[in-house]
């Protein structure tokens, strides 16, 4: 298992990962509220969620369904009985006083996740998912003095995936979350937004000598980006070295990584799931999962990351790496094969030429402009449709593959449709007939043979003067106009 480990100063790493998803579903986990992002505070609530007595939770059959599909995905078997039990703390954005979650008889066990790193490609298994419910929001920024609680999150359904303790290094843990984020979103089970917390991530990382026994874990809660993921456990790794050659040891606790100090600090010592008093939760009975559903989430699984891009490899001769950048943003795969198809259409672009240079172009300029300006450039006027058009002209030589780049970055600066950037530009071209004038003369003046074969009725050679003329514009020309001036200038109309 440790053979192939990177090592951190002479020490190996071992990283489990707990990330909490928010389930796309419309309503919350077991009241009918809406489950949405960013409405006023404490406006999405009921008696269900905000715990008033005598209420009790209905199980949402969604949230169940989601939660198979996620496991499947993953290759999880799914536990056809499982058990809502209470774990219970006090915190002011916990009404109830305890978190209706799975504990002993999770939904869904096993399964494994593929990863690649510079190292190399590992497995990393799953060790459960299982269901639960959010807890509401303590709103600290902008009162002065005053803390508010928010409960519109309160309830909201919460994938808990807990992965057995194989990551080995940063990378890998980033790796590992890049590709569940992916999985998750593909099947429509969570939007893994992290800005908007619904998709959440707690690092438990420990130390060892190669090989040794496991040392002991700390976790770093709730962290909410991939870059602070690998930063937290770079700071804590070097923490957790520095103490054990000290002669420290290390206490099972856990910690928070503060952003601005690029440092991890003690919260509190961890709680033991004694502390929890779990029980089986009274109001909800046994989830009992019928197997017809089970067929059913399998039948309409959806093609998942991986596979597809083992299908662009395949069928698009893309390399690993460039269909994995494609598939990691699902949108831009999706904008990559919707142009791919458009060009299969239009026969000067079709087959390999068109297809290497719709790639290229993909890889370059819109994923820097996805990055950029977010999904927004993936539709209107810089959407597949109105961009393939660019590729088609660089494939029939009326545009370098700069002059593509260049327009299409006008146009998603603009919100121009490219075409009308194009002949806009060739208006510029055509308004100075002089310099193409020049060109058609200069060209025609160094082939004097060529102009008496096609004047004797060689007209193949007609695409010759306009190549000429076109490699002495720089590409810049306008073809069409080039070959008015053409026509003209040899006195024949072919
Ligand atoms: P808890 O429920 O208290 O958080 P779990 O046993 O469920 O504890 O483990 C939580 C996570 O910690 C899992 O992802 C697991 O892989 C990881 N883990 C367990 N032991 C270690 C260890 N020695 N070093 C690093 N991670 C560990
Ligand atoms: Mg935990
Ligand atoms: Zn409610």
Same mark, same amino acid.
């Given at each position: 298992?440790?053979v192939?480990?990177?090592?951190?100063?002479?020490?190996?790493?071992v990283?489990?990962l707990?990330?909490?998803?928010?389930?796309?579903?419309?309503t919350?986990?077991?009241?009918?509220c809406?489950?949405?992002?960013?409405?006023?505070?404490?406006?999405?609530v009921?008696?269900?969620?905000?715990?008033?007595p +005598?209420?009790?939770?209905?199980?949402?059959?969604?949230?169940?369904?989601?939660?198979?599909?996620?496991?499947?995905?993953?290759?999880?078997?799914?536990?056809?009985?499982?058990?809502?039990?209470r774990?219970?703390?006090?915190?002011?954005?916990?009404?109830?006083?305890?978190?209706?979650?799975?504990?002993?008889h999770?939904l869904?066990?096993?399964?494994? #996740?593929?990863?690649?790193?510079?190292?190399?490609?590992?497995?990393?298994?799953?060790?459960r998912?299982?269901l639960?419910?959010?807890?509401?929001?303590?709103?600290?920024?902008?009162?002065p003095?005053?803390?508010h609680?928010?409960?519109?999150?309160?309830?909201? *359904?919460? #994938?808990?995936i807990?992965?057995?303790?194989d990551?080995?290094? *940063?990378d890998e843990?980033?790796?590992? #979350?890049?590709?569940?984020?992916?999985?998750?979103?593909?099947?429509?089970?969570?939007?893994?937004?992290? =800005?908007?917390?619904?998709?959440?991530?707690?690092i438990?990382?420990?130390?060892?000598?190669p090989? @040794?026994?496991?040392?002991?874990r700390?976790?770093?809660?709730?962290v909410?980006?991939?870059?602070?993921v690998?930063?937290?456990?770079?700071?804590?790794?070097?923490?957790?070295?520095?103490?054990?050659e000290a002669?420290?040891t290390?206490?099972?606790?856990?910690?928070?990584?503060?952003p601005s100090?690029?440092?991890?600090?003690?919260?509190?010592?961890?709680? $033991?799931?004694?502390?929890? !008093?779990?029980?089986?939760?009274p109001?909800l009975?046994?989830l009992?999962?019928?197997?017809?559903?089970i067929?059913? $989430?399998?039948?309409?699984?959806?093609?998942?990351p991986?596979s597809?891009?083992?299908?662009?490899?395949?069928?698009?001769?893309?390399?690993?790496?460039?269909? $994995?950048?494609?598939?990691? /943003?699902?949108?831009?795969?999706?904008?990559? /094969?919707?142009?791919?198809?458009? #060009?299969e259409?239009?026969?000067?672009s079709a087959?390999?030429?068109g297809?290497?240079?719709?790639?290229?172009?993909?890889?370059?300029?819109?994923?820097?402009?996805?990055n950029?300006r977010?999904e927004?450039?993936?539709?209107?006027e810089?959407?597949a449709?109105?961009?393939v058009?660019l590729?088609?002209? %660089?494939?029939?030589?009326?545009l370098?593959?700069?002059?593509?780049?260049?327009?299409y970055q006008?146009?998603?600066?603009?919100?121009?449709?490219?075409?009308?950037?194009?002949?806009?530009?060739?208006l510029?071209?055509i308004?100075?007939?002089? =310099?193409?004038?020049?060109?058609?003369?200069?060209?025609?003046?160094?082939n004097?043979a060529?102009v008496?074969?096609? !004047?004797g +009725?060689?007209?193949?050679?007609?695409?010759?003067? %306009?190549? @000429?003329?076109?490699?002495?514009? !720089?590409g810049k020309a306008?073809? $069409?106009?080039?070959?008015?001036?053409?026509?003209?200038?040899?006195?024949?109309t072919?």
């Open positions: 298992m440790s192939g480990s990177p090592l951190f100063r002479g020490w190996e790493v990283v489990g707990e990330v909490h998803t928010q389930l796309l579903t419309r919350k986990m077991f009241c009918r809406e489950n949405r992002f960013g409405a006023p505070p404490n406006t999405l009921c008696p269900v969620c905000l715990a008033h +005598g209420t009790l939770p209905v199980l949402n059959a969604e949230a169940v369904r989601l939660g198979l599909r996620a496991g499947l995905a993953a290759g999880c078997t799914v536990n056809l009985v499982s058990v809502f039990e774990k219970h703390y006090f915190y002011p954005d916990l009404p109830k006083g305890y978190q209706i979650s799975q504990y002993s999770p869904l066990s096993g399964g494994s #996740l593929r990863v690649r790193t510079a190292e190399g490609e590992r497995t990393i298994r799953i060790h998912m299982h639960e419910e959010d807890a509401g929001k303590n709103l600290h920024a902008g009162i003095d005053k803390s609680v928010d409960l519109n999150r309160a309830g909201v *359904p919460l #994938l808990e807990v992965s057995e303790p990551i080995r290094s *940063p843990a980033v790796d590992y #979350l890049k590709r569940l984020r992916q999985l998750l979103r593909a099947t429509r089970v969570s939007d893994g937004n992290m =800005e908007e917390g619904s998709f959440r991530c707690d438990n990382l420990s130390v060892r000598r090989g @040794g026994a496991f040392g002991c700390v976790e770093i809660k709730n909410n980006s991939f870059r602070f690998h930063k937290a456990m770079l700071f804590e790794i070097d923490r957790q070295i520095d103490a054990i002669g420290e290390i206490r099972q606790e856990t910690r928070l990584f503060d100090s690029g440092r991890t600090k003690p919260m509190r010592s961890k709680e $033991e799931a004694l502390d929890y !008093r779990y029980f089986p939760d109001d009975p046994p009992v999962v019928d197997p017809a559903l067929e059913e $989430e399998r039948r309409g699984m959806p093609e998942l991986e597809r891009a083992a299908r662009l490899v395949a069928s698009a001769k893309l390399t690993v790496a460039d269909a $994995e950048t494609l598939v990691g /943003e699902e949108a831009l795969a999706d904008y990559f /094969e919707e142009g791919l198809a458009l #060009l259409t239009i026969p000067q087959g390999g030429k297809r290497e240079r719709w790639t290229s172009f993909i890889l370059s300029e819109v994923l820097r402009e996805l950029r977010g927004a450039v993936l539709s209107g810089t959407s449709a109105r961009t058009p590729i088609v002209k %660089v494939c029939s030589g009326e370098s593959f700069s002059q593509a780049k260049e327009v006008t146009a998603a600066e603009e919100g121009t449709d490219p075409l009308a950037i194009v002949s806009r530009a060739g510029a071209q308004s100075g007939d002089g =310099e193409l004038l020049a060109f058609v003369e200069a060209v025609l003046a160094e004097p060529e008496e074969a096609y !004047r +009725g060689k007209d193949r050679l007609f695409a010759f003067f %306009v190549g @000429g003329v076109m490699k002495k514009s !720089r306008n073809p $069409e106009k080039v070959g008015e001036i053409l026509r003209e200038k040899l006195g024949r072919s």
